[in-house]
């Protein structure tokens, strides 16, 4: 996908040959404890590349130290060829409904609006012009919440505010996608328009990182899947990482019910995860839990 519209030239041109995602023996995580140990895979562009793992087991906390919120303690983090800080702007971050706080008085096209900030000199600059308002209205058509553009943010229903963060990381045009349980909270028609637009993205060049809690859907539509539980447990094409023996490592024997075709797939319910390696709160304590360059509504 085409980043050139915006009127800066890019500060960091990374070569067409750098893998979108290149992560080397990551270790990071919140106030001195560890969520994520010796994280490394490498993935190319214009994949769609799906998180899986139980609650808990470091999924967000990959995105995040990918966009650069949360810095490595140990090992490297690249995308696009760079530091995440580097090239957040060709990157469009969807974050986990949770993290987002709405109380904040800002319409629909407000939020969307947040996805054209430019951060130039020191300030943000936001151009708005009628070409921006064109875009953001496109974005919001692709999402069919268009109707919605006046409406204030907070007041939408979950499943519209999920298309509202996806619109607003779609209007950026980035060449990768960050995307935190974009699908939960959506119905089944509005999940497959969605994963639809994801697989056009990806085949018009897009990276694609989605985390999700859905098999079924990662093994019909990811190109590889990352499956997570602190560490990394299986990394590779659906059809190689999605077996009982891979499901059952990642998710601790809480598994499986398995359709025709490996597509429906479900968890038993199981107990919460628990962390029993986790670091002492002495050598790590300086990365606290602050999470860089986010605002106190969530958005980056
Ligand atoms: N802001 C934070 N401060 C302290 N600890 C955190 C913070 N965010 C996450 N953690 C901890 O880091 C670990 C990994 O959390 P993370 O949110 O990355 O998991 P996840 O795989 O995204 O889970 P879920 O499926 O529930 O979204 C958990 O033990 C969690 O308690
Ligand atoms: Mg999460």
Not at 162 to 188: C, H, I, M, N, W
Not at 249 to 272: I, K, Q
Request: glycine share 10%; proline share 5%; aromatic share 6%.
């Amino acid at each position: 996908m085409s980043t050139s519209s915006g009127p800066s030239p890019t500060l960091f041109p990374s070569s067409d040959n750098d893998p979108a995602i290149e992560v080397k023996n990551l270790t990071t995580g919140y106030r001195g404890k560890s969520a994520l140990q010796d994280i490394s895979f490498s993935a190319p562009a214009g994949k769609f590349l799906g998180l899986l793992g139980p609650n808990g087991s470091g999924k967000s906390t990959l995105i995040k130290a990918m966009i650069g919120l949360l810095q490595p303690w140990e090992g490297t983090v690249r995308v696009l060829g760079r530091r995440p800080q580097e090239v957040r702007r060709r990157i469009g971050y969807m974050p986990q409904a949770e993290d987002i706080d709405w109380s904040f008085p800002a319409t629909v096209r407000d939020v969307v609006a947040m996805g054209l900030y430019r951060r130039a000199f020191g300030m943000d600059r936001f151009r708005k012009g009628q070409e921006e308002q064109d875009r953001i209205m496109a974005a919001l058509e692709r999402l069919s919440v268009d109707h919605l553009a006046e409406s204030q943010a907070g007041e939408l229903s979950g499943g519209q505010q999920r298309r509202v963060l996806f619109a607003r990381a779609l209007v950026k045009e980035p060449d990768l996608f960050l995307l935190d349980e974009p699908t939960a909270g959506l119905d089944a028609r509005s999940e497959q328009e969605m994963l639809d637009l994801l697989s056009e993205l990806a085949t018009n060049g897009a990276s694609i990182v989605v985390s999700t809690h859905d098999i079924g859907c990662a093994n019909e539509r990811c190109d590889l899947t990352l499956f997570l539980n602190r560490r990394v447990t299986g990394y590779g094409p659906p059809e190689l990482t999605i077996t009982e023996k891979m499901l059952n490592r990642t998710f601790e024997g809480h598994v499986l019910v398995m359709g025709s075709g490996g597509s429906s797939l479900a968890l038993a319910p199981h107990n919460h995860h628990e962390h029993s390696d986790a670091h002492g709160d002495h050598e790590h304590a300086q990365h606290s839990h602050a999470l860089h360059g986010h605002d106190e509504h969530g958005f980056v």
